[in-house]
């Protein structure tokens, strides 16, 4: 008999013991019982019966059942699981089930069907071949090496089993080992640049090697992406993909398949029905995806035999998950790239100051693509508006940026405005009484949205039509305050009656093709003005786009939060990076209070790295990240004074531990204090030493669970302090 220590879906740091008469391995898929319900668990480790003295052998429950072996968390993935729960100090259990496809959480079997990419090639010369679909699929054999399944399936437009099954019987062609990677579509000849980067990151295949990306938007670092994974390819390895944001697979997905045909992809995200999902763990497991592309919860993905990690745009925010298991996937990318031996590259035109700075310490390795790759683009020129000299109208837009912008429609060119809105949105206010919309739930107000006549809370789903008269003393005229997307749009269409316009934001892309469809639009010439938030800052490539103008950004520089001026300085960088990526130079506007402002003055000059010496000799004199390290400890409460009491606590149990290179800082309420009516409040842990602050936190974590009063999360490096 042995006893297995299983992981299941729960808080806890230990696992629960169970009998099984079978040895099992780490990693296996059980089901047992817990409670008077049967769940599924992994096996943590397995011993023998008579080792086991922590507890009666004969009071344990038995296993009730063993999944195949197919469906076990394979050891690399155990490995960054057991490391993700350290690190973040979040639950092994609640880590593992957060890392793996539902359908294996579920207490069910899953069927899969592992899709095997078969190839077939020409064995004949004879051409007898009816039907024009057949005759073309026939040229095509002859053109190429080999074609795959999907090739042949996308060629004859419908199931092709039955022809390859006629022809495999007629002789003519016969199923082959995927040969090297046959790419249809020629790739680009590489500059010195490029060329030097692919020869030194090929020559560190086999080993860690962390490549630091930094090019400017349009330099060929897709291109650089593309060769190396065509290295990849050719030497049957896989290489993983990680991107911030779903909107971002399908362009890169496209210049894959493009550029090679016969390899397998498999998409994971959280957009993709559970069912798929899971198909592409299968297969990434399996080995027989070749290249696995994904947002950040594809850092968890199973490989069978990869070569090389890519995460691309890795300076963004949206590769940390800010709830449950608050994990950065690149920081993941980089342990398992260790991990593995296997080099990984960190791209991006803006790299973030933590990246910049590990290679300043000489742990990442620069490459720099400082041109644009296509010869004739050039770096859009960028001006500032003073607003002190050109007030904005109400619409917050001022009449230069409105001239430049009747000047470019009058070119049938692209315009793109973009406005930032963080923590700024329109509201409906009184004069009179000084009443503002709140919501009820959050200590936030409520956005005025004009199509629907609507107030919406940003932060919790409560939405309530917008009142007609005051409610509090009656007056008749209410007013919106602070610039909205709609309110721009509105008067842009009024001004420009011609142009056609669209909207970019979250409530216009939530739909899955809306991307695409924007694309069509686009390149059919059917839209003139883009007008848009951050989201059109990322990575999309726009090549008709000549004038970008940005609005609203001076609220970004005085915000509570240090890095606000980084990221509002990566997304206007981004965002003008947009303008002039084809033959045609571009313009960027930006209207600003502060014109002399250091954040403004380095956009002003392209000068990156002047901004990013500037913020990390700052970040130095302040001693922040990434000169210490920081966790939050987050608590929260339906009850005000439960969170309270709960601060109260939770400091007075910290300072008893004993904290030496650790500094405490007393727990305060949070920036947005109530959202969706839980009263929130978070204390700051800071050391310049990781190690110190890690084993501060191992002892700080066991008293968590005795404060009952809040809700409480660990944040290990937080992106909003
Ligand atoms: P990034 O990913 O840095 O934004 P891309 O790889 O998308 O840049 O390249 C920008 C444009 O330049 C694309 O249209 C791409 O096809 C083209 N390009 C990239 N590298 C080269 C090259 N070596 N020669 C010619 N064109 C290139
Ligand atoms: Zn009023
Ligand atoms: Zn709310």
Redesign the pocket.
Known sequence: MFVVNVVLDIPLRQGYSYLSEQQLVRGTRVQVELRGRTQIGFVLNCIQSNEFNDYPVAKLKPILNISEKNLSIPTDVWELCSFTANYYHHPLGNTLFCAIPTLLRQDKEPSYNISKNKFYQLTSSESKIRGSKQQVLLTEFQRQESLSYKQIQAILATKPDKIIDQWITKQLIQEVAASSVNTTVQA????TE?QQTVATISSNFGKFHVGLLY????????????HLIQKILQSKQQVLVIVPEINLTPQLQG?FEKRFPAANISLINSEIADKQRFTAWMNAKSGQSNIILGTRLSVFTPLKNVGLIIV?EEHDDSLKQNDGLRYHARDLAVWRAKQLNIPIIL?S?TPSLESLYNYKLGKYHLYK?SE????T?VLPQIELINLQHYPVNYAGISQPALDKLRACLERKELALVFINRRGYAPVITCYECGWVSQCRNCSSNLVYHHEKHQLKCHHCAYQISAPPICPTCRNQYLHTIGHGTQKLEEFLQQQFPQAKLKRVDRDSTNSKSAWQDIYQQIAAQEIDILIGTQMLAK?H?FPRLTLVIGLNLDNALFSYDFRASEDMFNILTQVA?RAG??EKAGLVLLQTNYIAHPVYQFLQQHDFNGFINHTLRERQLNKLPPFCFYTLIKLSSLNETHLKQAMHDLFAEAKIIPHNEVTLFAPVPAVMYKIHNRFRGQMLISSHQRAALHNYLNKLENKLTELKNAAIAIDVDPLEV
């Open positions: 680009l000849e590489l500059n490029q090019g400017i938007t349009g330099s060929g670092k897709t291109e650089v992406f593309l210049r691309d791209a035109a693509l644009r790759a296509i010869k683009a990575g490539d990076g990526r084809a």
